[in-house]
């Protein structure tokens, strides 16, 4: 029963730290407009969960 009750906060602090997050994206696109530099960020991110997937 500990583990469900401490499963639940960890899911919703996960969420409000996801959150947090892309409203500081979205803030450093509106100030700085680096398209290129968020670009290059989300294709690592994506090539590394496509090796990832393939081994």
Do not use: H
């Amino acid at each position: 029963m500990e583990k469900v009750g401490t499963s639940i906060p960890k899911k919703r602090c996960f969420i409000e730290l996801s959150t947090k997050a892309i409203r500081y994206y979205m803030d450093e696109i509106r100030e700085r407009k680096d398209w290129w530099e968020i670009c290059e960020k989300l294709r690592r991110g994506i090539g590394r969960n496509m090796m990832k997937r393939r081994r």
